[in-house]
């Protein structure tokens, strides 16, 4: 029988394509590999939304998670989080969008593996804060009752954006066709999350970093920059709307970077 003789080093790397751990071990510099970028998409959202900033991502040699985010409650939604943030091996920084941003604040709190916190045009709570009261507390969001449609299920009430209002609310700098689709395959959120209240923030002990949109009709610029303030965290601007990520994937990108070679 013949056996093909493969060089030692093509076997390690045809074995490290295969598991999807070439992009980490490869990349990694004299401190180890690169963090793991796990990616929480917020309300009326899904994970595809980081797409542009995946691929971008990956050309870097990042390893990347994007999960779903249930939106069924920050309770839940946080400690569904935590248990997909359990089984990442080594260095996380961990992104949210919109409510992705409060859903990450109470997930990483006691976490040693996530070492940098960045919030896209998102939600960056204290202990105590809710959804509604944060939105309330500056002027400028179009998100409001108006805005919203409300559909019953077992145990609750879903919430989604008008088809109507949802580029104009939403993403107003994001292509006609692409927000239609956005606005089509939404997923809800549970109404109730809207009062309920954060934990201990994980930004208390984790550095973060802040992209604020300054086009923002969901989350104004001026409740991003408090929020950002208040965390201490470093802070960039772009102009964009609420989907930055979507819109300015570049920028987004580069402050991700930014955070996980600052924290490497």
């Known amino acids: 029988m013949f056996v093909r003789k493969w060089p030692v080093a093509h076997?390690?790397?045809?074995?490290?394509?295969?598991?999807?751990?070439?992009?980490?071990?490869?990349?990694?510099?004299?401190?180890?590999?690169?963090?793991?970028?796990?990616?929480v998409h917020g309300a009326f959202a899904d994970a595809s939304g980081w797409n542009d900033v995946i691929h971008r991502l990956q050309?870097?040699?990042?390893?990347?998670?994007?999960?779903?985010?249930?939106?069924?409650?920050?309770?839940?939604?946080?400690?569904?989080?935590?248990?997909?943030l359990a089984t990442v091996t080594?260095?996380?920084v961990l992104v949210g969008h919109s409510y992705g941003g409060f859903v990450l604040t109470n997930a990483a709190t006691g976490n040693p593996n996530v070492k940098a916190l960045v919030?896209?045009?998102?939600?960056?709570?204290?202990?105590?804060?809710?959804?509604?009261?944060?939105?309330?507390?500056?002027?400028?969001?179009r998100l409001g009752p108006d805005a919203l449609d409300f559909r019953p299920y077992p145990g609750g009430t879903d919430s989604y954006i008008k088809l109507s209002l949802f580029r104009e609310v939403f993403a107003a700098d994001v292509t006609p066709p692409t927000a239609a689709v956005m606005a089509r395959s939404q997923r809800p959120a549970e109404l109730?999350?809207?009062?309920?209240?954060?934990?201990?923030?994980?930004?208390?002990?984790?550095?973060?970093?802040?992209?604020?949109?300054?086009d923002d009709l969901v989350i104004p610029a001026a409740a991003q920059r408090f929020m950002a303030q208040r965390a201490g965290a470093h802070t960039?601007?772009?102009?964009?709307?609420?989907?930055?990520?979507?819109?300015?994937?570049?920028?987004?990108?580069?402050?991700?970077?930014?955070?996980?070679e600052q924290t490497s």
Not at 200 to 212: C, D, F, M, R
Not at 236 to 260: F, Q
């Open 59 to 84: 050309r870097k040699g990042y390893p990347v998670l994007a999960p779903a985010n249930p939106l069924r409650g920050v309770d839940s939604d946080s400690a569904y989080l935590r248990s997909v």
């Open 192 to 214: 109730n999350t809207l009062g309920q209240p954060s934990g201990v923030p994980a930004w208390k002990s984790i550095p973060s970093w802040t992209l604020v949109a300054r």
């Open 11 to 39: 076997l390690l790397l045809s074995l490290a394509l295969v598991f999807g751990v070439a992009g980490s071990a490869a990349a990694g510099s004299d401190h180890g590999p690169k963090p793991t970028v796990v990616l």
């Open 90 to 92: 080594g260095p996380i």
């Open 119 to 141: 919030y896209v045009a998102a939600f960056a709570p204290d202990a105590g804060d809710t959804v509604g009261g944060l939105s309330m507390q500056f002027p400028g969001s």
């Open 236 to 260: 960039a601007e772009v102009k964009a709307s609420h989907v930055a990520m979507i819109s300015r994937p570049g920028p987004t990108t580069d402050l991700i970077v930014d955070a996980a």
